[in-house]
């Protein structure tokens, strides 16, 4: 929808940001997207695509025919402030939850859960093993009910995180019931980090997979994925002599995105969840729940389903002819109807 002005807002905000982004390094670059793609996802018209190409908007192929990375451009967008891209119009729809009252991100939540993994590749290769992580809101007050894997041979690990069969697919479907939880954070020391890494002002990015976990990344530009903000924050958790691990798992309303957090134990003995990066969500929402980003508070809310891995793990994959394989994989988290039996 054309606004009046709004070409040369969108021209500057992307201008601005241009000055800020952290540029997907060569060696991880995709160049996948055309200019006409391009223009699309930063809202903009072709003369203002030029000037940022001018400006050093990193791109490959011929003048006229540039070829940009997907990244730089999602980051690029998200960051421009202008509230018209489509990143930041997606971002804002998929948080719109964080608005919500503070007893409904608490409140006993339940989903039906179904992932499902198979092999990427026309023809499935020998020996195909498949594997997923499985919910384990147990670890929060919560319960898994009527869960299903098939095919039927598909095996839990001892461990009870994971599921494996031999085959080219597997699936698991349950319902997960989940509850929120406020508590205060009693450590003037892990107040001190949480409040310190709130004010390193980081931006969360979208990183080649490669550099998802690299916290250099975050001391050295600014810039975070989940797991290298909840890897970063561990860290300075653990040099302080408190106890941390890093968490991943889904979140409820936010299909395809495996998040990672931070689980800490307090001076009170307690295991609270320190999530570094809603905190930085939040902040580019309006109106969000100020607990969300409040440093005393370790707020884990109903919509936090976690596996029992950390970060470096992952929640899906096939292998086949012996090597891990391109896996397509689907995640689905619905509300689900509770009926009082099935509460935890
Ligand atoms: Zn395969």
Redesign the pocket.
């Given at each position: 929808m054309a606004r009046p002005g709004g070409t040369v807002v969108t021209a500057a905000g992307l201008c601005r940001g241009l000055d800020t982004l952290f540029a997907v390094p060569s060696e991880h670059r995709l160049d996948d997207v055309d200019r006409a793609s391009a223009r699309q996802l930063l809202g903009c018209d072709d003369r203002t695509l030029s000037i940022l190409l001018d400006r050093g908007l990193p791109a490959g192929g011929d003048p006229g025919e540039e070829r940009f990375d997907s990244r730089d451009l999602f980051n690029l967008a998200l960051h421009s402030g202008t509230g018209t891209t489509v990143p930041e119009q997606a971002f804002a729809y998929s948080l719109r939850w964080m608005r919500s009252a503070t007893e409904d991100l608490l409140a006993p939540r339940a989903s039906r859960f179904a992932l499902r993994v198979a092999?990427?590749?026309e023809a499935?290769?020998p020996a195909?093993t498949s594997m997923l992580a499985l919910p384990r809101p147990e670890r929060c007050g919560g319960a898994v009910h009527d869960l299903t894997v098939e095919p039927a041979w598909g095996v839990a690990a001892p461990s009870g995180d994971t599921v494996v069969c031999t085959g080219?697919e597997l699936a698991v479907t349950a319902t997960v019931h989940t509850r929120g939880e406020r508590a205060e954070l009693r450590s003037p020391e892990l107040r001190a980090i949480v409040a310190e890494f709130a004010a390193m002002d980081l931006r969360w990015v979208k990183l080649p997979e490669a550099l998802r976990d690299d916290v250099d990344l975050v001391a050295r530009h600014g810039v975070a994925s989940c797991d290298s903000a909840s890897r970063y924050l561990a860290q300075l958790c653990l040099r302080a002599g408190i106890p941390a691990v890093t968490r991943i798992g889904w979140v409820v309303g936010m299909l395809d995105l495996v998040h990672a957090w931070v689980e800490v134990e307090d001076a009170d003995g307690a295991t609270k969840v320190v999530d570094p990066v809603f905190a930085l969500f939040s902040a580019t929402v309006r109106d969000t729940n100020p607990l969300l980003r409040d440093p005393a508070v370790a707020l884990r809310t109903n919509r936090l389903i976690p596996t029992g891995l950390s970060t470096g793990g992952v929640v899906a994959e096939?292998?086949?002819?012996g090597e891990p394989?391109a896996a397509r994989v689907t995640t689905k988290i619905l509300p689900a109807p509770t009926r009082p039996e099935e509460r935890p």
């Open positions: 092999c990427g590749a499935c290769g195909p080219s096939h292998r086949c002819a394989a």
